[in-house]
């Protein structure tokens, strides 16, 4: 069965840090970009950050350039979002997916993604 699974969420303080895995089951990541995307309520599913197959260079939004880093272990088929210097606007519910495009690219909109997870909700409040 292929699964996504998000972890590591919870409530922070501002200025706080998270480390989000996402573990892939079913299948190898080794060939897929991965992209983390978070919702808000209200808002649109937006692209925070994702990483290219081929030799992981990585994409990120604005809004956390500096402050998130992308990475991944294809040894234990896992990717991971440290999240640093959290600000009230970073809360919302974070998912991965699995896009199967093999390169040194990634797809930083939720488009073409084959695979998600169920999501891991990240709250930054005092």
């Known amino acids: 069965q292929v699964q996504l699974v998000e972890s590591g969420g919870g409530l922070v303080q501002p200025g706080g840090s998270l480390r989000l895995s996402c573990a892939a089951s079913g299948f190898t990541l080794d060939y897929y970009a991965i992209g983390w995307f978070r919702q808000a309520p209200g808002r649109e599913r937006e692209g925070v950050s994702c990483i290219a197959s081929s030799d992981s260079s990585a994409y990120y939004a604005d809004s956390v350039k500096g402050r998130f880093t992308i990475s991944r272990d294809n040894a234990k088929n896992t990717v991971y979002l440290q999240m640093n210097s959290l600000k009230p606007e970073d809360t919302a519910v974070y998912y991965c997916?699995?896009?199967?495009?093999?390169?040194?690219?990634?797809?930083?909109?939720?488009?073409?993604?084959?695979?998600w997870g169920q999501g891991t909700q990240v709250t930054v409040s005092s």
């Open positions: 997916a699995a896009d199967p495009l093999y390169g040194s690219s990634c797809q930083p909109k939720p488009i073409g993604y084959d695979y």
